[in-house]
């Protein structure tokens, strides 16, 4: 239901005609061609998010006055929105009305929801029962459009705004005595952006962290976010819109033939992980010495770290227009003594003590990354769009290739090997048990 304050709230917004909200004289509900311009009004709502039409309002955003409708009884002109919305509409939009009088005038509120299937169309010329023409129109920041092919071909495909989440799990594995990731054994790529910030760790942080495995994941978890922007340094260093090549072990990123205006974004000038506050580890220094300066990203977006301690760190990209929002969060699974993989400690680039065994050596901490993201519609710059949409692949390509254990898993060439073997050493245990 539609309140008065509702209606004075949207009377008084700078931008009156919003995204939500259009305007309309009554004449056009007494105007023969009407009936197209309220149906091409009501599906351009509809195909969007949803709106109202406030009919009786002049576009300077005033009332029309009092007594516009009562010419015919209020129920006759619902009466003729309801049959609009019903035989020049396919598939038909079922609108709510609500008559509201004010003391400076009269206003019809239609209310539209937002379409719950295929995108609704105005109905241009019949055949029998069966529609010959239609017209797709979308509710733009510019006002109402007819809808371009890829507009269209985006709601055909997707009934929400444009969107993503991609899932993916991440294992850190570290030496238990010395706080270090072990890079000479077989680890994701990923673990390579750990090595700056434990590589030079003090041993009294060392000390520290091992008195207390809560601090250790935590540790961990919060420099993560850091260590990816240590990947974003390698591969966006002079643009953001990049290609990645890949092929096997060998990777090759170069930029794309067009090229869009960049914002650096500067290593040196993002906060220290609140972990590092308690420790006597020189944050900015590690930056200085280990990291590249900057990375590039896209004109009007900012980046923003955020903790809560031992439980999440994540990383968000935002654009100021919201053109796009995305947001990686690496949430603390769990911690286990030993490595994830069973028997990977005992290959030949592994633990050279065979007769230590894994649980006294290695410790692995569990982290659920979520990768999501967020687009405006594409009101006019539909090559902007695609190319913010290529920015996110490039970063999933990123995510999926070099810091999903998973995948990771998968692609050794020995892995059904291990794990059969670390069955059969399962099989053994219970029968010797």
Not at 311 to 330: A, G, P, V, Y
Not at 335 to 351: I, T, Y
Not at 418 to 426: Q, S, T, W
Request: aromatic share 12%; proline share 4%; with cysteine.
């Amino acid at each position: 239901m539609t309140t008065k304050n509702e209606i004075y709230r949207i009377l008084k917004n700078i931008d009156k005609e919003i995204l939500y909200v259009e305007f309309k004289k009554s004449m056009i509900l007494k105007n023969p061609n009407g009936k197209g311009k309220i149906a091409g009004e009501i599906i351009a709502f509809a195909n969007r998010y949803g709106g109202k039409i406030l009919i009786g309002i002049n576009n300077d955003g005033s009332f029309e006055g009092k007594g516009i409708f009562n010419d015919r009884s209020i129920d006759q002109y619902k009466n003729d929105i309801e049959n609009i919305c019903h035989n020049n509409i396919s598939p038909i939009v079922e609108c709510t009305m609500e008559f509201m009088q004010f003391s400076e005038g009269d206003v019809l509120v239609v209310n539209i929801p937002k379409r719950k299937d295929i995108p609704h169309a105005s109905i241009v010329s019949r055949e029998g029962t069966e529609i010959k023409n239609r017209i797709y129109r979308i509710r733009t920041s510019h006002g109402t459009r007819l809808a371009s092919d890829r507009q269209l071909q985006w709601m055909f495909a997707y009934l929400k705004e444009p969107g993503f989440i991609y899932k993916f799990g991440l294992i850190i594995n570290y030496f238990d005595d010395s706080i270090q990731i072990p890079y000479f054994i077989g680890q994701p790529k990923c673990s390579l952006n750990y090595l700056p910030f434990v590589q030079d760790l003090p041993k009294d942080d060392i000390k520290t962290l091992k008195k207390d495995m809560d601090k250790t994941h935590a540790f961990f978890l919060e420099i993560t976010p850091y260590a990816l922007i240590n990947s974003f340094v390698l591969y966006f260093r002079h643009s953001w819109l990049i290609e990645i090549e890949r092929h096997g072990y060998t990777i090759k990123s170069s930029l794309k033939t067009r090229q869009l205006n960049s914002k650096d974004i500067y290593v040196k000038d993002l906060s220290e992980p609140p972990i590092v506050s308690s420790l006597s580890l020189d944050f900015q220094k590690i930056v200085d010495k280990y990291i590249l300066p900057s990375f590039c990203v896209p004109l009007d977006t900012g980046l923003k770290i955020e903790h809560e301690s031992g439980k999440f760190s994540k990383l968000s990209l935002l654009h100021k227009n919201n053109d796009f929002n995305f947001s990686i969060t690496f949430n603390y699974s769990g911690m286990v003594r030993g490595m994830d993989f069973p028997d990977l400690d005992k290959s030949s680039m592994g633990n050279e003590n065979k007769d230590t065994k894994s649980e006294e050596l290695w410790q692995s901490i569990f982290i659920d990354g979520i990768f999501t993201g967020s687009f405006n519609f594409p009101d006019e710059d539909l090559e902007q769009f695609y190319d913010y949409k290529y920015y996110s692949d490039t970063i999933r390509d990123i995510l999926e290739n070099e810091w999903n254990w998973d995948r990771y898993i998968e692609k050794i060439p020995i892995y059904r090997t291990y794990v059969i073997d670390h069955k059969l050493d399962e099989i053994l245990k219970k029968l010797n048990d």
